[in-house]
């Protein structure tokens, strides 16, 4: 039997959401054996300039990246895009620079509206999204508040799996797998 394994990123600069798991080449089956989300903090003292706090809650980001990707055979990512307003747009000018720091060779670029017709709504919310997640992967590690999964603490690693289905109906995510499994 011939497994993927498979590290997934919902990047923003104050939330990375990250679920890895495998998939069996030949069925298709995800397991989703790890989620976590890498939180970083805005500014909170003016005397040090913004630029040099991105800088250093950049490293964290960088940092997780590189843990979590090094040894993936397949990596999928739901690309930020659009910004409301200045500080979206460093924020998301910052993730795309880290992604491109990614080494693996099988990258999956998906977009949120892919995400959300995983879904099978494009209004879907992050509730939604940890409601879909969570059903279809309760062997995930989930994190519990008094014995119930919540939506703040997994909304981000809802959305990375998401993200592994959007990326698995691509054509090339297809033809990778087939032919991993030919292997």
Not at 137 to 147: N, S
């Amino acid at each position: 039997m011939k497994t993927l394994k498979i590290v997934s990123l919902d990047p923003s600069l104050r939330n990375l959401g990250i679920a890895v798991g495998t998939m069996d080449c030949d069925t298709g089956l995800l397991t989703v054996n790890h989620i976590d989300t890498v939180h970083t903090v805005p500014n909170p003292d003016k005397k040090i300039p913004n630029s040099t706090w991105d800088i250093s809650q950049a490293k964290l980001l960088y940092t997780a990246i590189q843990d979590y990707t090094f040894d993936a055979d397949v990596v999928c990512i739901e690309v930020p895009y659009g910004s409301q307003d200045v500080k979206a747009a460093v924020g998301r000018g910052i993730c795309l620079g880290l992604l491109s720091t990614i080494q693996c060779p099988n990258i999956f670029l998906v977009t949120p509206q892919s995400v959300k017709k995983v879904l099978g709504n494009p209004k879907a919310t992050k509730k939604d999204s940890v409601a879909w997640a969570s059903t279809t992967h309760p062997e995930a590690p989930w994190h519990k508040h008094r014995g119930r999964i919540t939506t703040d603490a997994n909304e981000h690693s809802a959305d990375a799996i998401a993200a592994i289905y959007a990326a698995a109906s691509q054509h090339n995510f297809k033809a990778l797998k087939e032919n991993s499994y030919a292997n």
